[in-house]
């Protein structure tokens, strides 16, 4: 759509897997992550090009960047990175305790990754990395071992929703603390870094400048299950 949602139109020319399970944008460029791996358009979906050479057949289920560098969390084969916007792919998994990414945040010059989780074994939940990839730690300090299912945030509010609930950090990750929240939806807006969470009618907006704030639902009892935002108009499901 390219009148804020009155109209749609059908963009997947070239697209080899129309089974699109996330988007991501880097530099103009669109990435999709597939039930079969990746394309990549580089004119707002006109044309799409299969750019999976190195990844397995296997679905892309969350992708994540920071500059140049691209990284893609699959199913169960962990995470693959690439420096040439998907021309190539290398799995990249020193250090990961569960191979299903299912959410992956780069932040600064760190990426944050969420995978699937045997909190008996204490393997999965978040994981980090400083060396872009090369090597993965798990991250705890106040976060149980966990499945996550979404990561957002910036340098400033870091926020992790999973089956143990929604979890905020103020420093990087290096401390976390539960929110008493019972959050159904996690949302941030990419280009502006706009935090949201959805709980059951509520809506909270996390900016930079002003924290936490809540935002007016349009009927007081109306059962929201989505949201998201663009530019200055935000969409409710």
Known sequence: SNDKGKTWNIVNNGLSDPDIRVFHIRNNKIFSGTSTGSSRSDNKGDLWRTASEGLPKLAVISIGSIYHIVFAGTNNSFAFGTLDAGDRWSQYKKGFTRPKVNA??????????????????GNGGLHLTTDYGTTWKQVKNGLPVMNINTLAGNSSNLSVLGDSGFYNSTDLGTTWSKSSWTVKVLYVNERNNNEFVLLNSDIFRYTKNNGWSPVSPPAPKLNIQDIVENGTTLFLA
């Open 104 to 121: 992956i945040l780069g932040v600064g010059n760190s990426f944050f990754a969420g995978t699937d989780a045997l909190p008996n074994q």
